[in-house]
């Protein structure tokens, strides 16, 4: 089975506070993303990594910073955390199979900074 | 105009009953096409992808239709279990990475 893992299930931080937010996957996939989800607006697309130190910007970045260092690993940052930054925060990672790329989520980070 | 377009529902069907929910995409450069359902307060997990021929599993069965742009997804014979928020995830051309991810369908089977 496919396993990403989410260091936190819960997390509250306060307002200005830098938070990181970590994703691992032990199946050697090459493609990573960090998403947040809220009420109405559905997943939005943070960043995502293709390859170790590679990274791009998704749709939402500004406020958001990412590091991957490591294939397994991809962690997102937020370089001072905002109430408008609460939100679920969803990792994935994707592989190929069948000759297309097949997403598969952590099990979320649900972020409360008051 | 939303890149992925759902019906938000809720749809509430008693057990036994089949749905249908469908999803339209604007972007004809759309390259794969797949189903994921999302229990509250847990993460998306892939119920099945979609392909140009149409696919079944089990209880489940999704159809593709480019012309028109849109996918669906049958349920039959609903359980209790089903109700949860199902959404449509389309990802652009090979070359980039980038997953578009509808605003879910909710589903309620009652009892």
């Known amino acids: 089975d496919v396993k990403v893992t989410q260091s936190s299930r819960y997390l509250v931080k306060r307002t200005g506070e830098k938070v990181f937010l970590e994703c691992v996957q032990d199946?050697?996939?090459?493609?990573m993303f960090w998403y947040r989800q809220d009420p109405g607006l559905g997943l939005r697309l943070i960043y995502f990594s293709y390859d170790v130190k590679m990274k791009e910007k998704g749709d939402i970045p500004e406020g958001y910073s990412v590091s991957r260092e490591k294939k397994e690993r991809f962690s997102l940052i937020l370089e001072s955390a905002s109430t408008n930054q609460t939100s679920m925060y969803l990792c994935?990672?994707?592989?190929?199979?069948?000759?297309?790329?097949?997403?598969?989520f952590g099990q979320g980070t649900r972020l409360t900074v008051v | 105009r939303k890149e992925v377009e759902q019906d938000p529902g809720p749809f509430n069907v008693p057990e036994g009953a089949t749905v249908a929910f469908n999803c339209t995409y604007s972007?004809?450069?759309?390259?794969?096409f797949f189903w994921y359902r999302q229990d509250c307060r847990k993460e998306p997990k892939l119920l099945m992808s979609v392909y140009s021929s149409g696919n079944e599993d089990g209880r489940f069965t999704a159809q593709l239709n480019r012309a028109s742009q849109y996918i669906s997804l049958l349920i039959r014979d609903s359980k209790l279990s089903d109700s949860a928020t199902y959404l449509c995830v389309v990802k652009m051309t090979s070359g980039t990475y980038k997953y578009i991810f509808g605003t879910g369908t909710r589903l309620k089977v009652l009892a």
């Open positions: 199946m050697d996939h090459e493609n």
């Open positions: 972007n004809s450069a759309s390259q794969s």
């Open positions: 994935a990672s994707s592989f190929r199979d069948a000759g297309r790329e097949v997403a598969f």
